[in-house]
């Protein structure tokens, strides 16, 4: 399988990049090929129709789209802000969703999260499906959210605790089961 892989984070020392990363060295160990992609190379001015109207769509979201395209399955890792979706994601998928026919429609997707606090993110991620869900991707049921994430990572990278890279393994060997089943 071929996985894109993202942050929805801008921030250098960004605890869901940290995430990403377990993720894609999980994901490369079980032997599939992985596109990790900075959120810095999808960067796009804020939606105006306007703008829309008088440039057309920002190359950003046409790289995006043929990005996520070319890969099997989507995995986002991202922050929770104010109990809810980070504006740049928000932004992103309002942007991809003005291209026709709707690139999100079908497009696998399993979302992650990280935060600081002990719920990890998790209500963040329901307002993420919504969006995502309304363009026609195929969220996956089971999602994964790190709580008190500045203390979870050592510091070769991975997380300190066991039974949770264990949840997390479980969490994407199910979703690359679903992929592969729907590949075939
Ligand atoms: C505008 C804003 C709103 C936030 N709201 C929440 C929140 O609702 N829940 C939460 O767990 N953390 C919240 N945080 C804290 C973030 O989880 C924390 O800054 C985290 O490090 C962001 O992810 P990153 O490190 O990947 O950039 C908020 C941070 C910002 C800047």
């Excluded at 990890?120 to 195929?138: I, V």
């Excluded at 979870?152 to 605790?161: H, R, S, T, V, Y």
């Amino acid at each position: 399988m071929k996985l894109f892989m993202f942050a929805a984070s801008l921030r250098q020392a960004s605890i869901n990049k940290k995430l990403i990363r377990v993720i894609a060295d999980k994901a490369r160990q079980l032997g599939h090929e992985v596109d990790l992609a900075e959120f810095s190379e999808f960067e796009l001015p804020l939606y105006n129709g306007d703008t829309q109207d008088n440039n057309g769509i920002p190359a950003a979201a046409t790289a995006f789209v043929k990005r996520m395209q070319q890969a099997d399955g989507t995995l986002i890792a991202s922050p929770e802000y104010n109990f809810s979706i980070p504006g740049i994601l928000k932004n992103l998928i309002d942007w991809v969703s003005r291209i026709s026919p709707m690139p999100w429609q079908d497009q696998r997707i399993l979302l992650c999260s990280a935060s600081p606090a002990l719920v990890g993110g998790n209500r963040g991620l329901w307002a993420t499906r919504m969006p995502l869900e309304a363009c026609g991707a195929l969220v996956y049921p089971d999602m994964f959210s790190l709580a008190a994430a500045y203390d979870a990572f050592m510091e070769n990278g991975q997380l300190k605790d066991a039974a949770l890279q264990q949840r997390l393994h479980n969490t994407l060997e199910k979703f690359l089961l679903l992929l592969q089943k729907l590949a075939s």
